[in-house]
């Protein structure tokens, strides 16, 4: 089926079967690697991308579902001032350990920023509720986006 | 040099006061790269062209194989070929403790998911249909799941050789417990249990395997010692050691559990390449990995104290038995550590501890982040508060009053000459928690939501145990232009030694910038550094790097000395600037530094060995040497409970640790924040369900509950206490296991302290709770 | 690539007309947001041959008010639903609800009527939907047809609909003047499946019970409204003797079953503790009782 979509920003066009799922698509096809595949089941936030500005499990979804649409990886966000900021803090504040969830964590956050720059800290845990982490406790990375929200804010 | 002139060195370094990297929060080599998507793991280096491997395993928990029927699967278009044991050029042996497990199942399966064969496809999809149709006759076998029932049992074997389900024993033998409890004014007797725990490490098992035109094979593993993986694909393969290469890339964390399987999937994955003369590709799916690669240990561990009319303990009894499910692995030396830490950190005049490791036809257990010691020190702290209740004593002073301190003698009759601050960090994290109020104003309360806190202190050895052989290797190399080059075998999992720890480190002997320094980690290229495990990642891991770089600096204190005129103890190097101490005005910089070495003829390059000197050991007593340092860690923790549905929420948790010099604040603080909420799961939500085949139900990330991030609870500052360790790298001890290892029992005496009944079983579910308050 | 998908013949509708005209064919199964089906079908439990994608009908994405109703578009998504201060306002037990399911990455696809439809005992818009009496509205070529949505569940994975129609609409009578409470009990505090969730509305006039309604989901083969709490309470004083009295019957209504997530014997006890809750709190919101 011809599929076509923009992926961080530029065009994609592809002929791909219906049962292809967008991870596999980003992965294999397009060699978009950052997005990481954890459990294939929706429930570890790994594989997280921006579907239209809003962040979807793109293990959960078929290619041909986001025809049209506007995807966004970790690659493309990270070329961004926003996605950029996240990044440092991530690192500086010690929210990066494995880093296997953490391109899924910095896409979660650059939307859940963009949403709602006056989270709360509690807002900012429920936004990444779906995003699981094995490695930190979550502390810093909470931290870390907090740090960046309250420099957006301003 | 001389071994006398290493310890002079060491012993310099060692009582270092000034620091320009090393206890600063420097930010890791790593996170950068990872944070913006651009660091590569397993699957990023899948490629086309590489062949696919998938996995059929038993449907069953015991039977013997009569036969593999391919036939069907010849059909899947893409369909290579599927290799069994028979097709194992070397030894189809990879028992890591005692020899009793194939790689793949050869006569008879001992578990529901044992790798039976290995299905090779052109792709992904026809390796999943063709797995399918490979059919597997079986001649089902009565099996035994519970440890309990297969100690006692001899017509059920998972192991017929052994004539015993028994896989391995352990004892301390100290004293007289039977005088102990005589003298004692309480003694106590609880039985407690604890549940599996998958580690789910995000990223699941993977590997490649590349073969070269001479038969050789480079692996990409995901394994947490490089040099065991060359070894166990050289015993399966039937080739020399050096003809294996293995490079692990940044893995997606560890937790021990790819100490056990990353080096079997990378035998896997060889096995394939060698046979088929092609490159292979191999990923276990979320499912079949909590299927097939060991969990933490079941156990059941009976413990029995006594303590005088002042609270100091008099005598332990304790048996602790370990589920081990269908194999050994790294059962026998889990069961061991559980057995030296029995006692919990404290001075026991008389113990007797017996421990039994034993199969079951269940998925085997093995390395996971605080290796027997959580469950045994649960039960250990468990005792601690009900002798406390019995005297009428607070938790904290009858801890206080048999705590270790420099001196003291463990169980197993080692003196604990110096590096002892559990006493401190004790006193200090009830200071902070602000013990002694909160323990009073919760007993007090009443009606349905309940707080509650609770003190978990753990010792932990650190490395290798005993007279097992263990050293730490690396090269320090100082390049041309100034940049140093670091080769370590230990690996980046997530806790960030190499890329951290190292760095600073080498930066800070050699003065050099931090960012000119370069570690390149986790490959058999490097020196066996030893495996990233036991929370030796630094303490030990990095002691190699630290001697070499210690000599390299003798090199060039010196040559520095000749070319500012001055002597060499008057040399300081500072973050890229070379001074004479006396004269300031004489100084160079480094870079010019390096490149008279090079002129002058002065080598650039260390290789660092240390060689850990270690004592004897009685296995039949128990008694002697058990480790060459010991790090401690406290929790002290606040729950609520909701005694109505049983639902226990973590509040807060205070930790202190002493393991030594900290080299880098932010990375202890994320590695206890982690390993606190890891143990948070064992503790509350974190458990397998079996089916009556011994079949794990929940193998899924729905129905095995981790942490979320609105479950992780407030975890203070952590308080350092730097009782430094005089091998370690600047007195470093270890860090990586420790928070998990009290965590359980701050939460579960929080818990007991909440709902005032004693919680002896883990995970700490709802149900039990209302049970609990039930009086059942 | 951890799983292999079955193969299946593709048609994306463009509109709601479009979308019925492909189901008159009567084998076509709805991808509405697609994240139970996906899963569904990775692990074999659904395997269609035929998949009609409707998540292009803006048309089915909407919350409008009247007349002291609110009508929901079957294609709104979840996380638009819980955004909506509409449904915030004059739905708040749907909107405490859905503000447990899931994740947000999948309340960003996931869809009311997709929810309903895959009827889960555990399906977490139910409870509050049952409370309201909501109505599904079923659309096919040749018409709609409207169902209480308590008739809409038939069992676990079992509805009403047909395989020609398509959840068109929940209309969803508001509730004025009614104590609303909600609550979900997970294994954990966030993205996960319930263990026992239950919502309660219920008005106390001169101290009566004149109205109470209970749904509660996943302790039976489908979301269940505790009808005989409800009769037993209903007409009865406000008092703490009359709730636990009435809240022992809840047997009655339900019928859970022992799981990897619960036992049978701890929902029921759970249950009851979730029930008196409500209704102790629900006595205290009017004004009565000490509970």
Same mark, same amino acid.
């Given at each position: 089926m011809k599929v076509s979509f923009k992926l961080n920003g530029s065009p994609v066009e592809l002929d791909v079967p219906p049962n292809e799922i967008l991870l596999d698509t980003l992965r294999?096809?397009?060699?978009?690697?950052?997005?990481? #595949? *954890?459990?294939? #089941?929706?429930? %570890?936030?790994?594989c997280t991308v921006l579907l239209d500005g809003k962040p979807v499990y793109s293990c959960n979804i078929f290619t041909v579902q986001v025809d049209g649409s506007e995807v966004n990886t970790i690659e493309g966000i990270a070329q961004k001032e926003l996605g950029k900021e996240l990044a440092e803090s991530f690192s500086r504040e010690g929210a990066v350990q494995c880093g296997f969830c953490t391109p899924g964590f910095i896409t979660t956050s650059y939307a859940l920023v963009k949403e709602n720059p006056n989270a709360s800290e509690l807002e900012i845990k429920k936004y990444l509720e779906g995003n699981l982490c094995r %490695?930190? *406790?979550y502390k810093k990375i909470v931290e870390a986006v907090k740090k960046v929200i309250s420099a957006y804010r301003k | 040099m001389s071994s006398t002139d290493l310890e002079r060195l060491m012993n310099k370094w060692l009582s270092a006061?000034?620091?320009? @990297? @090393?206890g600063k929060k420097v930010e890791r080599a790593d996170t950068i790269e990872k944070a913006l998507g651009i660091a590569r793991y397993m699957e990023d280096y899948y490629m086309r062209d590489m062949l696919v491997i998938k996995q059929v395993t038993s449907k069953y928990p015991h039977a013997r194989i009569l036969s593999i029927d391919d036939s069907q699967a010849k059909k899947v278009k893409g369909f290579l070929m599927n290799i069994t044991a028979k097709n194992i050029p070397g030894e189809n042996q990879v028992g890591y403790s005692i020899p009793d497990q194939p790689l793949l199942a050869d006569k008879k399966v001992r578990y529901v998911g044992e790798p039976v064969s290995l299905v090779v496809a052109s792709d992904f999809d026809s390796a999943l249909e063709a797995a399918q149709l490979v059919k597997v006759n079986y001649d089902p076998l009565p099996y035994v799941l519970d440890p309990l029932e297969a100690m006692k049992r001899n017509d059920v074997l998972v192991h017929e050789e052994t004539g015993s389900n028994i896989a391995f024993r352990t004892k301390v033998r100290k004293g007289d417990v039977e005088k102990g409890f005589s003298e004692s004014h309480v003694v106590v007797e609880n039985t407690y249990r604890t549940s599996h725990q998958d580690h789910i490490y995000l990223e699941t098992e993977a590997s490649i395997a590349i073969p070269n035109l001479e038969g050789k094979l480079t692996i990409l593993s995901p394994s947490q010692y490089p040099h065991l993986t060359q070894k166990i694909v050289s015993r399966v393969l039937g080739l020399p050691a050096s003809s294996i290469r293995v490079v692990v890339p940044y893995? $997606? +964390? $560890?937790? $021990? +559990?790819k100490d056990d399987q990353g080096p079997l999937t990378s035998a896997k994955a060889a096995l394939v390449a060698y046979l088929t003369k092609r490159p292979t590709f191999i990923e276990y799916s979320r499912e079949e990995s909590i299927a097939v690669h060991p969990k933490r240990e079941a156990t059941v561990i009976r413990y029995k104290s006594g303590a005088d009319a002042e609270g100091k303990l008099k005598a332990i009894e304790v048996e602790i038995v370990h589920d081990t499910g269908a194999y050994a692995n790294r059962g026998p030396f889990i069961l061991w550590r559980a057995t030296m830490h029995a006692s919990g950190p404290y001075v026991v005049p008389n113990a007797k501890v017996d421990g039994y490791c034993i199969y079951t036809n269940k998925v085997y257990q093995g390395s996971f982040r605080g290796f027997g010691n959580p469950s045994v020190q649960f039960a250990a702290e468990s005792q601690m508060d009900v002798l406390a209740e019995k005297l009428g004593i607070d938790p904290l002073e009858i801890r206080l009053k048999n705590i270790l301190t420099p001196g003291a003698t463990t169980i197993t009759g080692q003196v604990l000459d110096s590096s002892v601050g559990v006493k401190e960090a004790l006193e200090a994290a009830a200071l902070k928690a602000g013990w002694k109020e909160k323990r009073k104003a919760y007993s007090s309360m009443e009606g349905r939501f309940r707080k509650g806190i609770g003190i978990g202190v753990a010792w932990h050895g650190i490395s290798t145990s005993r007279g097992v052989p263990d050293w730490s290797a690396g090269t320090v190399k100082i390049e041309l232009d100034g940049s140093v080059s670091v080769l370590v075998g230990i690996v980046e999992m997530g806790q960030g030694s190499p890329t951290s720890s190292h760095r600073q480190i080498v930066a800070e002997i050699l003065g050099v910038p931090l960012d000119l320094v370069h570690v390149y980690f986790g490959t058999s290229d490097a020196p066996d550094t030893g495996a990233t495990h036991a929370s030796r990642g630094t303490g030990v891991g990095a002691i190699g790097v630290y001697v070499a770089s210690i000599e390299l600096r003798e090199r060039l204190n010196s040559l520095a000395a000749k070319l500012l005129n001055?002597?060499?103890?008057d040399i300081t190097i500072v973050d890229g600037v070379v001074r004479s101490k006396k004269d300031p005005s004489k100084s160079m910089p480094w870079k010019d530094l390096v490149k008279s070495a090079y002129s002058k003829g002065v080598s650039t390059t260390s290789s660092g060995y240390f060689f850990l000197p270690k004592g004897r050991f009685d296995d039949e007593m128990g008694q002697g040497f058990a480790y060459i340092s010991y790090s401690y860690m406290v929790t002290i923790t606040e729950v609520e409970v909701d005694t109505e549905l049983g639902t226990v929420k973590v509040l807060k948790t205070y930790p202190a640790i002493a393991a030594g010099k900290i080299i880098n604040p932010v990375q202890v603080e994320g590695q206890i924040e982690g390993a606190f909420v890891q143990g948070m799961g064992l503790a509350l939500t974190e458990e397998f369900k079996f089916s009556e085949k011994g079949e794990i139900i929940n193998k899924d990330l729905t129905d095995y509950v981790i942490p979320t991030s609105m479950d992780a609870p407030e975890i203070a500052e952590p308080i350092f206490i730097e009782d430094r360790f005089k091998y370690g790298p600047f007195g470093a001890k270890g860090v990586g296991e420790m928070a998990l290892i009290p965590a359980p029992s701050s939460i579960a005496n929080a818990v007991s302290h909440a709902i005032g009944k004693r919680v002896t079983h883990l995970p700490i579910t709802p149900e039990r709770v209302l049970k609990l308050l039930e009086g059942r | 690539m951890y799983y292999k998908l079955p193969e299946f013949e593709y048609k994306r509708a463009e509109n709601l007309h479009q979308a019925l005209d492909v189901l008159k064919e009567g084998d076509w199964k709805i991808l509405a947001g697609g994240t139970d089906l996906i899963l569904d079908m990775k692990i074999g439990r659904q395997s269609p041959k035929k998949i009609l994608d409707i998540t292009r009908l803006g048309e089915l994405r909407y919350v409008r008010a009247y007349n002291g109703k609110m009508f929901i578009g079957g294609g709104s998504r979840l996380q638009e639903l819980l955004e909506n201060a509409l449904v915030k306002e004059k739905l708040p037990l749907l909107s405490s609800a859905i503000y447990e399911m899931a994740s947000w990455q999948i309340r960003n696809v996931a869809t009311i009527a997709g929810n309903i439809c895959n009827a889960s005992p555990a399906a977490d818009s139910a409870p509050p939907l049952l409370i309201y009496d909501a109505k599904v509205k079923l659309s096919s070529s040749s018409g709609s047809r409207t169902l209480p949505i308590s008739e809409f569940f038939l069992g676990p994975r079992k509805t009403a609909i047909s395989s020609y129609e398509l959840l068109e609409e929940i209309e969803v009578p508001t509730l004025d003047g009614y104590f609303q409470w909600y609550y979900k009990l997970g294994r954990r505090h966030a993205f996960t499946l319930s263990v026992v969730s239950a919502a309660v509305a219920l008005k106390i006039e001169n101290g009566i019970f004149s109205d109470v309604r209970i749904a509660l989901g996943s302790v039976a083969p489908k979301p269940v409204r505790a009808y005989t709490v409800e009769n037993e309470l209903?007409?009865?004083?406000?008092n703490v003797s009359e709730i636990e009295r009435a809240v022992e019957k809840v047997a009655e209504d339900i019928s859970p079953i022992s799981d990897v997530r619960a036992s049978a014997e701890y929902r029921f006890k759970a249950t009851k503790a979730l029930l008196k809750e409500a209704l102790f709190k629900g006595m205290k919101y009017f004004g009565g009782g000490s509970g």
């Open positions: 294999f096809r397009l060699g978009v690697r950052g997005p990481k #595949r *954890g459990c294939e #089941r929706a429930e %570890c936030g790994t %490695c930190t *406790g | 006061q000034e620091f320009y @990297v @090393v893995l $997606g +964390g $560890g937790f $021990g +559990g001055t002597d060499p103890e | 209903k007409g009865k004083e406000a």
